[in-house]
């Protein structure tokens, strides 16, 4: 339910438009003078304040400033009414921060319509708020690793700067998180973040996403017309103010390249069919899997360009090299999953995080999230995740990695292991069931598992 505080020395203004709200599903609160609102506001959290401007004991625009005092979470829209309305009073109030200005007497029909965007409004304004806090470099790069904890400190340190950001790393390393934790931490956190997959949009298209299109660029019959409307804004454009995020940058045509060069040298461009160049502030971040300086080698990548792009480097280590944060982020994994369906006590085992440390993780934490969902989805009444819980994917891949079998009676034994306790999860635990299964006499199963160490519960 939203929430609505109606500030107005009126009382019979305050009865009817009390009961107009509660009728269309709002939580009402009302209030008669500035010190009344305050002490509300004050007390409980607010969507939108229908403030009035004239108060017996101080001026509306008064308490507005106030009102956007309050923490920025809890900060409600402010909508200004009055009786008295002049255009010099309504752009006063917009400039001091009101959503809308309504005259009295009040229409009803357009008060509704009003505190209908005044509350989405609010709640885009939230959202955006928590999606910041969300990527902060503390929490981008879970883990206490040194690779990590060094990541979370550089991040820290450039990410106030204007430099542009090059961040290397394989696919599902979280790069595009680093780039909106250095974009979140930046002096440019309250404008936009806006990204462009180099590798997503066809190669006939890119120009056109990235510097926009002007009325009349193609003919109408032409097969290289971007899709969309024959007029819009690119990206660059977009991102003027704030950080536009190239990732798979290494995946640009050598012709683009010449292009975004220039933008990025000058800040200036021009659109696809325009004639008028614009000027933009843009910080640029790129990301790629590749090693540039090959691709620089081989003819593909622009070597000035790359000395554009490379002001700060930035290396995303891939998992198998912070192994030591595998638990941290499984746990995490978990509480996020288990909020999610239903399940927010979920734990893991030892034995189970052992297994996964011992996973070469080729799709890295990308990899890992989606496998920690998939175990939670495929064992609905489970509480904690055992070993036998994993894929049998990952049980190979740990059984395989490295020099951890010295024998290979040791690798025989893994595998068994890994097949029984399989078994046993078909089987629900029951033994002699898991030994029609495998084949075995029941005796024979006893034996074997008791000589790989699982343990029986039937």
């Known amino acids: 339910m939203n929430h609505i505080l109606i500030v107005d020395d009126e009382a019979e203004i305050r009865s009817s438009l009390e009961e107009i709200l509660r009728e269309e599903g709002y939580g009402v609160a009302t209030a008669g003078t500035a010190a009344e609102a305050i002490t509300l506001l004050q007390d409980s959290p607010y969507d939108v304040v229908l403030l009035d401007i004239w108060l017996p004991d101080r001026d509306g625009l008064d308490v507005l400033n106030d009102v956007h005092a309050l923490a920025a979470g809890t900060r409600p829209e402010v909508v200004i009414i ?12 917009t400039k ?40 902060s470099a503390q929490s981008v790069l879970t883990g206490e690793s040194v690779p990590a904890k060094a990541l979370r400190q550089q991040i820290r340190l450039m990410a106030p700067t204007n430099g542009r950001v090059l961040i290397y790393g394989e696919s599902g390393t979280g790069k595009e998180l680093i780039a909106r934790a250095i974009h979140a931490e930046s002096l440019r956190r309250d404008s936009v973040f806006v990204e462009l997959n180099c590798a997503a949009i066809p190669e006939a298209h890119i120009e056109a996403e990235l510097f926009g ?49 220039s933008a990025l040298d000058e800040q200036l461009f021009t659109p696809v069919g325009g004639t008028q160049p614009i000027r933009v502030d843009v910080r640029v971040i790129a990301a790629t899997n590749k090693n540039l300086e090959e691709e620089i080698l081989k003819g593909n990548f622009r070597e000035d360009l790359f000395y554009r792009l490379n002001v700060v480097p930035f290396s995303v280590p891939p998992l198998r090299e912070r192994k030591q944060d595998i638990p941290i982020l499984v746990r995490e994994f978990l509480r996020e999953f288990g909020r999610q369906y239903g399940r927010p006590r979920m734990e893991v085992s030892e034995e189970a995080l052992e297994a996964l440390a011992q996973h070469s993780w080729p799709g890295n934490v990308r990899e890992l999230k989606n496998l920690v969902e998939r175990v939670l989805i495929l ?31 040791q690798a025989r034994d893994a595998y068994e292991r890994d097949y029984i306790l399989k078994k046993m999860d078909e089987a629900k635990s029951n033994v002699s069931r898991a030994a029609e299964l495998l084949g075995l006499e029941r005796s024979h199963l006893y034996r074997k598992m008791k000589a790989l160490g699982i343990g029986v519960r039937e």
């Open 379 to 409: 064992n609905p009444r489970a509480l904690r995740i055992e070993r036998k819980h994993l894929p049998p994917l990952t049980q190979r891949n740990s059984a395989r990695n490295g020099d951890d079998f010295s024998t290979l009676q």
């Open 96 to 135: 001091l921060g009101a959503y809308d200005f309504l005259e009295k007497p009040l229409s009803i029909d357009r008060t509704l319509i009003v505190l209908k965007n005044a509350v989405e409004a609010r709640r885009l304004r939230r959202d955006n708020q928590e999606f910041k806090k969300q990527f």
């Open 213 to 261: 299109v002007r009325h009349g660029a193609y003919p109408v019959s032409s097969t290289n017309a971007p899709a969309g409307p024959p007029e819009k804004r690119g990206t660059l454009e977009r991102a003027d103010g704030g950080t536009l995020f190239l990732d798979e940058v290494g995946d640009m045509s050598l012709k683009t390249q010449a292009k975004v060069l």
């Open 82 to 93: 009055s009786g008295h309305g002049t255009i010099e009073t309504a752009v006063k109030a």
